[in-house]
C-alpha cells in the first residue's frame, strides 16, 4: 500500500518511524528486535536511511594517513526488503542523489520494484567529502532531479530508450525544512525549492525534526500560500542525551527552545534527560494529534525505547 493512501484513508494521525542500518557488517537483529518493539502501535510504514560513501582517514602503524572510500551504514535496500516480508510492513527506502549516478539509482529503484516496494523517499543526501568520479554517467545534483528521474520510470521512461518497458508506480515522498534549509537563502526560496519537488511529482513531504510546534505550522501555512497541497508530515526526535544540545544544532540546523535546554541543562545524569525528552515530545505530540496531522514521524538513532514511551500515550 502507498503511503499517500494511508494518509488519505486514516480518520486519525498515524504514527511512523525511521531507523538506521547497522553499521558496515553489523548484524541486523538489533534492527529486528526495534521494529518488533515497535509493530504494537500497528506502523503504516517504516523509513529506511541511506547514506553516501565518504572519504575515511585511517592511521598507519608506519604514521601514515590512509584515506578509504566506503559507505558505513549499506543494506537499506535489502532491510527494507527483509522488514517488509518478515513484518508485514510497508517500507519506505531513502535514495539519495550524492554519491550515485542516475545509472545507479535507475539499477535501485528496478531493484525495489521488482521486490514489490513501491514507497521511497527522494532527498539530496549528505555532501560528499570527496569528487565523485562519474566515468561520464550522469548525477542528479538535486532532489527535484531525483523525484523527476523516479516520476519519469513511473510513465515507463527510463535513461535508454527501451522496448516494452514497464512503467513503475512509486509513491514519493521528500522532506523539507521547517526552520529553513540552512543552504536556502531565505524561506521564499526553500519554499520555492520545495515547490518545484511537489511540481515534479512528489507526493508528500516529511518534515526535518523540531522542537516547537509553531515552527511547523507556521511551516506548513506558508506552504499552503504557496500551492503546496500534498500532505506535511511533522517530524520529531527525542533528545535523549545531554551531548544532543551541541550535537542537534550543529548537525541537522535546527534550533532548541530555551525552555528545553534549562531543563536538559539542570538535569544531573542522561536517564534524566531522557525523561525530560519523553515528556517534551509528548506534549509535542498532543498538539500536533489534536491539529489531526496526517501522521506523526519518529526518527530513531540506537534505541526505540523513549518512542514506544512517548506512542503509547496515544495509541
Given at each position: 500500500m502507498k503511503v499517500i493512501n494511508f494518509l488519505k484513508q486514516t480518520d486519525k494521525p498515524l504514527f511512523s518511524y525511521?531507523?538506521?542500518?547497522?553499521?558496515?557488517?553489523?548484524?541486523?537483529?538489533?534492527?529486528?528486535?526495534?521494529?518488533?518493539?515497535?509493530?504494537?502501535y500497528n506502523p503504516p510504514f517504516i523509513d529506511l536511511t541511506s547514506r553516501s560513501a565518504e572519504v575515511e582517514y585511517i592511521d598507519t602503524p608506519n604514521g601514515k594517513l590512509e584515506h578509504h572510500i566506503r559507505r558505513k551504514r549499506p543494506g537499506t535496500i535489502g532491510l527494507s526488503a527483509a522488514?517488509?516480508?518478515?513484518?508485514?510492513?510497508?517500507?519506505?527506502?531513502?535514495?539519495?542523489?550524492?554519491?550515485?549516478?542516475?545509472?545507479?539509482?535507475?539499477?535501485?529503484?528496478?531493484?525495489?520494484?521488482?521486490?514489490?516496494?513501491?514507497?521511497?523517499?527522494?532527498?539530496?543526501?549528505?555532501?560528499?567529502?570527496r569528487t565523485m568520479n562519474t566515468n561520464?554517467?550522469?548525477?542528479?545534483?538535486?532532489?527535484?532531479?531525483?523525484?523527476?528521474?523516479?516520476?519519469?520510470?513511473?510513465?515507463?521512461?527510463?535513461?535508454?530508450?527501451?522496448?516494452?518497458?514497464?512503467?513503475?508506480?512509486?509513491?514519493?515522498?521528500?522532506?523539507?525544512?521547517?526552520?529553513?534549509?540552512?543552504?536556502?537563502?531565505?524561506?521564499?526560496?526553500?519554499?520555492?525549492?520545495?515547490k518545484e519537488k511537489v511540481d515534479n511529482g512528489?507526493?508528500?513531504?516529511?518534515?526535518?525534526?523540531f522542537y516547537n510546534n509553531k515552527s511547523y505550522f507556521d511551516f506548513v501555512e506558508k506552504a499552503r500560500a504557496v500551492g503546496i497541497e500534498i500532505p506535511i508530515i511533522p517530524g520529531l526526535k527525542i533528545l535523549t542525551v545531554k551531548r544532543h544540545l551541541k550535537l542537534i544544532p550543529e548537525f541537522f540546523y535546527v534550533d532548541l527552545p530555551a525552555d528545553l535546554v534549562e531543563q536538559v541543562e539542570a538535569a544531573k545524569t542522561n536517564n534524566e534527560v531522557s525523561k525530560i525528552g519523553v515528556q517534551w515530545a509528548i506534549e509535542q505530540t498532543k498538539e500536533?494529534?489534536?491539529?489531526?496531522?496526517?501522521?506523526?514521524?519518529?526518527?530513531?538513532?540506537?534505541?526505540?525505547?523513549?518512542?514506544?514511551?512517548?506512542v503509547k500515550e496515544f495509541v
Amino acid at each position: 500500500m502507498k503511503v499517500i493512501n494511508f494518509l488519505k484513508q486514516t480518520d486519525k494521525p498515524l504514527f511512523s518511524y525511521e531507523i538506521m542500518p547497522p553499521l558496515r557488517g553489523g548484524n541486523a537483529e538489533k534492527i529486528f528486535s526495534m521494529v518488533e518493539e515497535l509493530m504494537p502501535y500497528n506502523p503504516p510504514f517504516i523509513d529506511l536511511t541511506s547514506r553516501s560513501a565518504e572519504v575515511e582517514y585511517i592511521d598507519t602503524p608506519n604514521g601514515k594517513l590512509e584515506h578509504h572510500i566506503r559507505r558505513k551504514r549499506p543494506g537499506t535496500i535489502g532491510l527494507s526488503a527483509a522488514i517488509k516480508n518478515r513484518f508485514d510492513v510497508e517500507t519506505v527506502p531513502h535514495i539519495l542523489c550524492n554519491g550515485f549516478t542516475r545509472e545507479e539509482t535507475e539499477d535501485a529503484l528496478i531493484e525495489l520494484n521488482y521486490l514489490g516496494i513501491h514507497n521511497v523517499l527522494a532527498v539530496r543526501g549528505d555532501d560528499l567529502r570527496r569528487t565523485m568520479n562519474t566515468n561520464g554517467k550522469t548525477i542528479n545534483h538535486y532532489a527535484s532531479e531525483l523525484v523527476s528521474q523516479i516520476q519519469k520510470m513511473n510513465n515507463g521512461k527510463y535513461l535508454d530508450e527501451l522496448l516494452d518497458a514497464s512503467a513503475t508506480d512509486f509513491c514519493i515522498g521528500v522532506g523539507c525544512y521547517p526552520e529553513k534549509h540552512f543552504e536556502a537563502v531565505d524561506m521564499d526560496t526553500d519554499l520555492k525549492n520545495l515547490k518545484e519537488k511537489v511540481d515534479n511529482g512528489a507526493d508528500y513531504i516529511v518534515t526535518q525534526m523540531f522542537y516547537n510546534n509553531k515552527s511547523y505550522f507556521d511551516f506548513v501555512e506558508k506552504a499552503r500560500a504557496v500551492g503546496i497541497e500534498i500532505p506535511i508530515i511533522p517530524g520529531l526526535k527525542i533528545l535523549t542525551v545531554k551531548r544532543h544540545l551541541k550535537l542537534i544544532p550543529e548537525f541537522f540546523y535546527v534550533d532548541l527552545p530555551a525552555d528545553l535546554v534549562e531543563q536538559v541543562e539542570a538535569a544531573k545524569t542522561n536517564n534524566e534527560v531522557s525523561k525530560i525528552g519523553v515528556q517534551w515530545a509528548i506534549e509535542q505530540t498532543k498538539e500536533l494529534y489534536e491539529a489531526n496531522v496526517p501522521c506523526i514521524h519518529f526518527y530513531i538513532m540506537q534505541s526505540a525505547k523513549q518512542v514506544v514511551n512517548v506512542v503509547k500515550e496515544f495509541v
